[in-house]
């Protein structure tokens, strides 16, 4: 019907069937504690290769650390989305979810650079520096 001449639309509802959603879970599950091994691993090898490596720079092991965190951060972050949007009640949901997400990852990943830039700078300044 109308009102004022204007014709009122409903919005179907959005809904993941709970079979769906329970197996969707149990994937984000598997793929969270497969990155968590991941970056159990990746730390491992890092130190491993700083031992036998003693005369890495601060500056090049800062840069690693560094690197390894943004990544670990921003696959956390995707992993987070992608489960919020398995429980997103209706397509309104889905849209501001995603709105947050994007949001979010362009502020992360400019405070990332901004960070990176300025450990590039330190890191190359240590290394035109005078021994003593």
Known sequence: MSDNGRDHFEIPKFEIPKDMRSMAEASFDQARKAFE???TNARDTAGKIEE?????????KDLSAKA?????KNVQSSLDYAQSLLKAKD??????????YVQGQMRSLAE???EMGQA?????????????
């Open 37 to 39: 091994q991941f970056v």
């Open 52 to 60: 036998r490596n003693a005369t890495m720079r601060a500056g090049a």
């Open 68 to 72: 390894l965190g943004y990544a670990e």
């Open 91 to 100: 397509l309104t949901e889905v849209m501001r979810l995603h709105s947050e």
């Open 112 to 114: 990332q650079a901004s």
């Open 120 to 132: 590039v700078s330190r890191a190359a300044m240590d290394a035109v520096k005078p021994k003593s």
